[in-house]
């Protein structure tokens, strides 16, 4: 359960506000983001009332991140920073992308999802069957001005489901760096040392750190 947070009681020249209501999310943006942004308070959308979400229109992981995080903005008149995320998978033409929550019709019917990509690589060999997860993070700050980050996490797609972490197609997806374990047989540290997340965060900080803070 998010903490209620007055937004009246916020600095807005040193408040992030993350599109999110997920306190995980909140937290690994904060570890990796306040080294560059010293002083500035990180808190969550869902902490500040309840809003509705944006129709997430785009056609790219940068079109939805950026609806998301300029909605977050427009509602609270705070920077804000969001991230859209999904599964690239090669064999599919790049299949689920933007649509990897709702792949199978249902927004966050995982095991629905699960099922639809496995029977669409049924009979694709183990050589073909490489994917990758896809984040883009963007910080918009209240005057409009934009920094966005990009990562990915190199894998394949299994063949069937295994492990009890995570969420999503991670009981899928055996990541490169860790050889002949999925994604939901990772601990939570493991999976966030090497998450798309991790690497857009990671990218963004990159760029935030010349500017010396000043783009939030």
């Known amino acids: 359960m998010l903490e209620h947070v007055n937004i009246d009681t916020l600095d807005p020249a040193s408040t992030v506000v993350v599109a999110t209501g997920n306190m995980h999310k909140l937290v690994e943006i904060e570890d990796i983001l306040s080294g560059v942004l010293p ?31 300029e909605a977050a903005v427009e509602e609270t008149g705070l920077s804000a920073i969001a991230d859209d995320s999904g599964l690239v998978v090669d064999a599919l033409d790049g ?3 933007v649509y990897s929550a709702r792949y199978a019709g249902v927004h966050g019917d995982d095991a629905a999802n699960n099922a639809k990509l496995l029977e669409k690589l049924a009979g694709v060999p183990d050589g073909e069957r490489a994917a990758r997860f896809m984040s883009v993070i963007a910080l918009v700050d209240a005057s409009g001005a934009v920094l966005t980050g990009e990562g990915a996490c190199e894998g394949v797609i299994g063949h069937e489901g295994r492990g009890e972490h995570g969420f999503g197609y991670d009981p899928l997806f055996l990541p490169n760096d860790t050889p002949g374990l999925t994604m939901a047989e990772l601990e939570p540290a493991q999976k966030n040392a090497i998450s798309h997340r991790f690497h857009a965060l990671q990218d963004l900080a990159r760029q935030i750190m010349p500017a010396e803070g000043d783009a939030a």
Do not use: Y
Request: aromatic share 8%.
């Open 39 to 69: 002083g500035v308070r990180f808190v969550a959308l869902g902490q500040l009332g309840e809003f509705p979400d944006p129709e997430e229109t785009g056609s790219t992981f940068l079109e939805n991140a950026l609806i998301k995080a």
């Open 95 to 97: 299949e689920p992308g």
